[in-house]
């Protein structure tokens, strides 16, 4: 018998006889996971990153701690160097024109593919536009997310999904961390009276349903901070949007709709996951698995050139990271940045050196969730926007948590998952899009920037000092 059965049979016996005592003791009236089913969650969820995810994907795994090493050590020391660093841009022509998208297709970013974006701004408009296209769905779902939470927002949308995938072929990918810890952290709004707080929604959305459901693993805690959802392959969405109840009426947030060719491009970004994500783990990687048909169609009409833009460690891509340096560098009029975060110091580096050659550039950060890691990153926000003040940008504090992830450069534009941190840029898995249409572009500036610009409070260096800001920088610089 293999000596691995019998220590995987007692984890699993473990774990279940665990999760039979800690599923009887979320009170009702709880849109959060109580202290003990946290405990029995994080350690399982613990045990599958350690694990389980070593022992399916020893060689990715490897790799994949070997390339955070190198980042991390890379970021140690550019993160400490007393002056600014900023390298001219290697592009020509301004952030919009055809002479820029060309020059980012000659430094090795994807080529953009046609393809209309429409915005789908907080959840009240996100919400409604995956359900119609749940209804619409007739051959596949294909769903990433982040987080997938336990409160009565996702519960309903798990009961949604199951309800639809029993006529539909549908996928879920869901990161294990994101999914885990946000199970323990309360939204703000009460649960409704009798509700109780679902332990562990993948084992809930997998209990009478026929969806295939796998977990992504997460060695070395390097997360998948993707959401992105693909019906019939032929419409996506994609943004910052988790299911959650923060996200469906607590937070600022934006998803965007694509459809079109481009949507060719973002279906084999699922495929390629769910392949890893296999039972097997390295083991599926051996076979070649059938060559991808294009099923998005013709260009439809109102379609412009989009860039599809990934981080991927394993695969080396900084493609979020690389495309925004680039357009800033190269901005003469603008730069407007919405982020959660905006510790990064490359992209503080280039936004310093806009603010020197006289470009209008303005940043709005949030009022970010009172938690230990979101006091660090908050304070690390707040000296950021010192720096910036001083260097003679604009900085806003949103009144609330807004957790966009959109920036404007002269005509273009990115939006996405990837926030403007170390882990967003240069470690975890992001998706991104980025396009130059006149008419999108000043869709993205009214519809988002505009109204943000007027509801949030425009900050002085005064509101940005902290005697322990500089100190929590250089951790920051790691998270």
Not at 276 to 299: C, K, Q
Request: overall charge neutral; aromatic content about 6%.
């Amino acid at each position: 018998m293999n000596p691995l059965i019998l220590p995987g049979r007692a984890i699993s016996l473990a774990l279940t006889l665990a999760l039979l005592i800690s599923s009887c003791t979320n009170r009702p009236d709880t849109q959060v996971n109580g202290p003990l089913v946290s405990t029995v969650q994080m350690s399982a969820m613990a045990g599958r990153a350690s694990l389980i995810a070593k022992v399916r994907n020893p060689v990715t795994s490897t790799r994949l701690g070997l390339a955070m090493l190198m980042q991390r050590a890379e970021e140690l020391v550019r993160g400490n160097i007393p002056f600014l660093v900023d390298p001219p841009p290697r592009t020509s022509g301004i952030p919009g024109s055809r002479e820029f998208a060309a020059s980012l297709t000659r430094l090795g970013l994807p080529a953009p593919t046609p393809g209309t974006v429409e915005l789908l701004v907080d959840g009240t408009e996100f919400f409604p536009a995956l359900e119609e296209e749940l209804r619409s769905a007739r051959e596949s779902i294909d769903l990433q997310f982040y987080i997938w939470d336990n409160d009565d927002i996702s519960v309903h949308y798990a009961d949604l999904v199951k309800r639809h995938g029993r006529s539909v072929p549908t996928r879920i990918l869901l990161d294990d961390i994101g999914s885990t810890v946000s199970a323990s952290l309360e939204p703000r709004t009460p649960a409704p009276a009798g509700f109780r707080a679902i332990p562990d929604m993948a084992r809930y959305l997998r209990r009478d349903s026929s969806l295939q459901l796998r977990r992504i693993l997460n060695p070395w805690a390097v997360l998948d901070h993707c959401k992105l959802l693909v019906f019939d392959g032929r419409t996506a969405l994609l943004g910052g949007i988790n299911i959650g109840r923060e996200y469906y009426s607590e937070w600022h947030d934006l998803m965007v709709r694509v459809r079109g060719p481009v949507v060719d491009q973002l279906q084999p970004e699922f495929d390629k996951k769910w392949r890893i994500a296999h039972p097997l783990g390295d083991l599926s990687l051996l076979w070649t698995p059938p060559g991808f048909s294009p099923r998005a169609g013709p260009p439809p009409p109102g379609s412009f050139p989009i860039r599809v833009l990934s981080t991927n460690l394993l695969e080396g891509r900084r493609e979020p990271l690389e495309a925004t340096l680039r357009a800033i560098r190269a901005s003469r009029s603008r730069v407007w940045i919405e982020n959660e975060y905006i510790t990064s110091d490359r992209i503080l580096d280039a936004l310093i050196s806009a603010c020197r050659r006289g470009i209008d550039v303005r940043v709005i950060i949030p009022v970010l969730p009172d938690d230990p890691i979101e006091k660090i990153m908050d304070l690390a926000n707040h000296q950021a926007a010192g720096v910036l003040l001083r260097a003679g940008a604009i900085v806003y504090r949103y009144p609330g948590m807004t957790h966009m992830k959109a920036t404007i450069c002269d005509g273009w534009a990115t939006v996405g998952a990837t926030n403007l941190d170390t882990h967003s840029l240069q470690i975890s898995y992001e998706l991104n899009i980025s396009y130059s249409d006149p008419n999108a572009v000043r869709e993205l500036a009214r519809r988002v920037f505009a109204k943000d610009f007027a509801a949030s409070k425009r900050l002085t260096i005064e509101d940005t000092r902290g005697w322990f800001n500089p100190f929590v920088e250089p951790l920051a610089d790691q998270l």
